[in-house]
């Protein structure tokens, strides 16, 4: 899977009217993550405001990141073994990007457009696959089902 220009440039573009609602977008992802999985709640160990900045901070990093996706990678692989060591499973990467999407479209209203949302849902792919790799060296984008059910 590959990212178009357009998508980088949309993707960053919406994420910069995120920026200066950061705090609300980041509660907003995560009521909505705990609502589709409450079994993660526990992962989450410190003050919400402050997992909220660094959820914010990592995505600015993230989509800073895509105009290298070289230098991003490495990052990424990173993150992903830490969030091994705090418990996080490979289906959880499911819940959070439906929660980052639903975030989203709160967030950008009318401008969560069609192509906005395929933009975001490519990056967001991207992502995952990096670092369900980086965590799970038999992960297989092209296998991979997520079996695990989630509240809707």
Known sequence: MSLT?????LVQDTFQKV??????AADIFYT????????????FKGDMTTQGDMLMTTLGVAVKGLDNLDTLVPVLEGIATKH???GVKIDDYTPVGNALLYALSVGLEDDFTPEVKQAWVTVYKIVADVMR???YPDY?????????QYNH
Do not use: C, H, R, W
């Open 5 to 9: 220009p357009t998508q980088k440039q």
């Open 19 to 24: 920026v200066p609602i950061a705090a609300t």
């Open 32 to 43: 909505k993550l705990f609502e589709y999985d409450p079994s993660l709640k526990p992962l």
């Open 84 to 86: 091994l060591e705090y």
């Open 133 to 135: 790799s980086a965590a």
């Open 140 to 148: 297989d984008s092209g296998s991979y089902q997520n079996k695990k």
